[in-house]
Structure formats: structure tokens, C-alpha cells
């Protein structure tokens, strides 16, 4: 790496470029004793997370290219029956199937992958791109409704891991008109790629986006807007996704409301509505196709977040599925910042509900009775920049 590093600089001096590279752990101890939405009945084990990333970037007048490795770690009991969650619907596998198995044991798995490998070209407000790299899409902040590629659930348990999608693209804006388009691959080249437009609209308090074109051998078009009024934010998604084979077209759609209450408090709720979700869950555990990640057909979310000091920092909220009986996950979160770069995380998400609900476990027949468990996380992440 030393080596990989020293002739980076100096091939990048030479070429009168700027080049800089980031080291970037984290350590992610945490114990699970949860149902996990369905995922994992009954689990509890205790787990270490380990990520190490190097971040490389170099860039020279209108280029410019990054590179980002990672290596990813587990240590658990069943590590292989409850991986990582990688909560989007985008898959591992892409155009450049860069991921390395390292070791795999009983309980221990490590591998290494690219988590960014992109080049862009920028002239004025125009840009091209090619590589993999983050695509992100929408306006809430909670529920996924136009972005389904790399946006995690808060109100799943564990660490996130986003796999970034392979792809190439342009944007570009001119005034108060954006147009970006971007193709990308997915798992199987016949049924994963797709293909976007999106055009912004931006006004005095206000911004219109539109989306269209070919989503997973799917047509889908969307509407999503956000308006201030009064300091607060409200917004809206709408995503409709045609039939395809022997499934109906869909609807999803999400509202949202964002004020800061204080200089202390800041208040989000968020409402979904899935035209595709399921009424109950007694027999039926997963989510009804790919472009959900909840199961039911409505959902609601508020979440505050108080600033208790410069340093610290509470936040908190309850997710409610309305479908069959009603079912609930609470959502709590403290940070403390130690230094400019490290941060100290303690997360508890606490399900309970009906027996057969989305967030309670199935194996309760009595439908008078609930589960309850809960998951804490705390990792430290530690940067230095050169």
C-alpha cells in the first residue's frame, strides 16, 4: 500500500495534478437479540464489524478520478446465516466484479472490494461521468421511494453496507433547470439495468423534480416536489412502476414534514403509502416485489432529534406499519463527537406489535402476545487526511 501510495503522488507530481488520500476504521462492537423484521427469528449473538477504506483522489484542470478499497470484516456466531444487511435493492454483483473473499471461517468472514472507482470530466456546469459511485435520488429522508440504490434503513438493525452501482451518465443545469441521466447495471444484465432521466425545476422556496425511463425491465416515471413554508420543509414522492409479466403496476408515494422546533429540537415525519403492500402478514414474511423494502401498505414515522450540547446529540422516533394488526419499532440514537473525526454511536431499535405483524415474531400463535427485543450499536471512526 506504501508502494501503491508513493508512485500515486509521484506519477500525480509529475502530471501537475492534486492528489490527496484519506485512512478511514471503524469498529462496530454490537449485541442483536431481535426478530429483525423477519429476517433472523430469534436471533442473539454478539458481533464485531470491522471497516478499513483508503481513499484515493487525483484531479488536473476538468478531470478527476477517485478510488476507494475497502476491506469489510465480521466476527459472529452464524456469520453466514446473518450476513451484513446490504438493505438496497441493488445486488454485489456489477459490470466490474471487483469483490475478494480474504478468510472465511465458522464465525469469522473478510473481503475486500472497490467501493468507488469513478471518472468525471466537469466543464462549467456540466458534468460526465463513468465508474462506480454513489447515485443517490429523491427527497425524504427516511423512506425510499424514488431512492432505492443506496439509501440505508435507519429502522433496520445493523450496519448498512451500501454497494455502489456501476454505471455511466451526465448532468448538467442551466438557470433554475437541472437535467441529469444516468444508466447503470444491476445482478443480471436482462433484468437489473436501468436507465434514468431526471429533470429539477428550482424556484424562490420551492423544487419540482421529474423521473422517467426503464427500471429493471420495468417503464416508471415520478413526480417528487419541496416547498418551505414558514421555515418548515414539506415535501413529496411519487413513483409509478409498470406491469411486467404477471405483476401490476404500482404506486408508491411518501409525504414528508421537516421543521427545526428550536435551536434545540428539530422535528421529521414521514408517511408511506404502498399500493403493492400487503394488508396482513400472517403468511406472508417477505416483502410482495423488489421495489419494496417494507411489506405493508402504510406507514408512519416521526423522529426529534435534540441537541444537547455541541457534542452531543439525542435523537428518536417510532416507525408504525398500519396493515393487519398494527406493529411498531422504536428508534433511539445518541452521538457523541470525541474529536473533529470521531464520532461515538449508541443506536437502540425495539420492536414490538402484533405476533404475526411486520416487526413481531412469528412464532407466537397466541395473538394476544408480542415480542420485544432490542439491538445496540457503537463503532469509532477514526480519519486522517495526508
Known amino acids: 500500500m506504501k508502494l501503491a501510495l508513493a508512485l500515486f503522488v509521484l506519477v500525480s ?3 501537475s495534478a492534486e492528489v490527496s488520500w484519506r485512512q478511514n476504521l471503524e469498529l462496530i462492537p454490537q449485541y442483536r437479540a431481535l426478530n429483525q423484521s423477519g429476517f433472523i427469528e430469534g436471533s442473539e449473538r454478539y458481533e464485531l464489524y470491522g471497516l478499513i477504506a ?9 478531470w478527476f478520478f477517485e478510488i476507494k478499497p ?3 470484516s465480521v466476527t459472529s456466531s452464524g456469520v453466514h446465516e446473518a450476513p451484513p444487511f446490504n438493505v438496497t435493492a441493488q445486488t454485489s454483483r456489477r459490470w466490474l466484479n471487483s469483490r475478494r473473499l480474504l478468510k472465511r471461517e465458522r464465525d469469522f468472514d473478510a473481503y475486500i472490494d472497490l467501493n468507488r472507482a469513478n471518472l468525471r470530466w466537469t466543464a462549467g456546469e456540466t458534468e460526465i461521468f463513468a465508474g462506480r459511485r454513489p447515485i443517490s435520488l429523491g427527497m425524504l429522508r427516511f423512506f425510499p421511494v424514488w431512492n432505492k440504490l443506496t439509501l440505508p434503513l435507519t429502522f433496520q438493525p445493523g450496519p448498512e453496507w451500501i ?4 454505471g455511466f451518465g451526465f448532468a448538467t443545469q442551466a438557470g433554475t433547470w437541472a437535467v441529469r441521466s444516468f444508466a447503470l447495471r444491476g445482478d443480471e444484465p436482462e433484468d437489473d439495468d436501468l436507465a434514468l432521466v431526471e429533470v429539477r425545476k428550482f424556484g424562490q422556496g420551492y423544487e419540482v423534480q421529474l423521473l422517467g425511463g426503464f427500471w429493471w425491465r420495468s417503464s416508471a416515471g415520478g413526480l417528487a416536489a419541496s416547498f418551505d413554508v414558514g421555515g418548515d420543509s414539506l415535501r413529496i414522492e411519487s413513483l409509478w412502476i409498470s406491469r411486467f409479466r404477471d405483476r401490476e403496476s404500482q404506486v408508491q408515494t411518501g409525504l414528508g414534514y421537516e421543521s427545526a422546533l428550536s435551536s434545540k429540537w428539530t422535528l421529521v415525519a414521514e408517511i408511506l403509502h404502498q399500493s403493492a403492500g400487503r394488508g396482513e402478514f400472517h403468511n406472508h414474511p417477505g416483502v410482495p416485489n423488489r421495489f419494496m423494502v417494507l411489506a405493508g401498505k402504510l406507514y408512519a ?3 426529534l432529534t435534540y441537541q444537547l450540547h455541541p457534542l452531543w446529540q439525542i435523537h428518536g422516533g417510532i416507525l408504525a ?6 406493529s411498531y419499532v422504536g428508534l433511539t440514537g445518541f452521538d457523541y463527537n470525541l474529536a473533529e473525526n470521531t464520532t ?3 443506536k437502540i431499535k425495539t420492536p414490538f406489535g402484533a405476533p404475526h405483524g411486520e416487526f413481531g415474531d ?7 402476545g408480542f415480542h420485544m427485543g432490542m439491538a445496540t450499536t457503537a463503532f469509532l471512526n477514526l480519519q486522517s487526511v495526508f
Open 362 to 368: 412469528r412464532r407466537i400463535e397466541d395473538p394476544r
Open 13 to 15: 507530481r509529475f502530471a
Open 163 to 166: 454497494e455502489n452501482p456501476d
Open 301 to 303: 414515522l416521526p423522529y
Open 344 to 346: 461515538l454511536t449508541l
Open 70 to 72: 475497502e476491506i469489510r
Open 321 to 326: 406499519g398500519f396493515a393487519d394488526e398494527m
Open 54 to 62: 483508503s481513499h484515493l483522489e487525483w484531479s488536473r484542470e476538468s
